[in-house]
């Protein structure tokens, strides 16, 4: 028997869905922003939302998952782990995404990239450039949530768990920031780099 998974209810029980001035990993500012660490914290949590996302990538037939880190990081891992398929990360040195710690992807078969959240897709796509350089093939995308606002915002097949529409601005037309009020910037990566 399949378990129903109510990630609605699960961003609420866990906390994870914030409101306030956020500025997002993409530079855009926003009322509200998703803290999926919150959401992947306790591991039975993980593990039910890596089954669910597995489900939907499947299909893909991946033979290694590859996440951004550090937000991709805990989510990736457990969707490797419903595959049964090896899992690694891209991270940033010297604002370059690149493979590090001796992770190697040559002749490893299709690739899926797995995310968080999806808001302009930057750290994905930038996952699967630095898999690219290093022989790499990438077969699809995933996510838990989706709030780019669009259905697919990649070159290639894409899953998400939810798709959040939720309110962003440019800093310039930031209505929060006219307001003066303060920001907060919880994202993973600088939004500056």
Known sequence: MTEELDLSALLRETGALLN??????????????????????????????????AGRLRGMNPALVASPALGGVLIGYAVAEALG???????????????RRGFSVRERGPIVIVE?????????????????????????????????????????????????DLETWSPESCPLCEKGAPIDSPGSRDPSS
Do not use: W
Not at 121 to 131: F, I, Q
């Open 85 to 99: 398929v090896p899992m690694m990360f891209t991270e940033r040195k010297e604002g370059v995404m690149q493979l």
């Open 116 to 164: 968080d959240v999806v808001t302009t897709g930057k750290s994905t796509r930038e996952t699967a450039e630095a898999l690219a350089r290093n022989g790499g093939v990438v077969a699809g995308f995933g996510s838990v949530l989706n709030r780019s606002g669009v259905e697919n915002p990649f070159d290639a097949p894409y899953e998400a768990l939810m798709r959040l």
């Open 20 to 53: 306030g001035h956020f500025r997002l990993s993409s530079g855009l500012h926003s009322p509200s922003y998703v803290q999926c660490a919150l959401l992947l914290e306790h591991p039975r949590n993980a593990s039910r939302i890596g089954r669910a996302l």
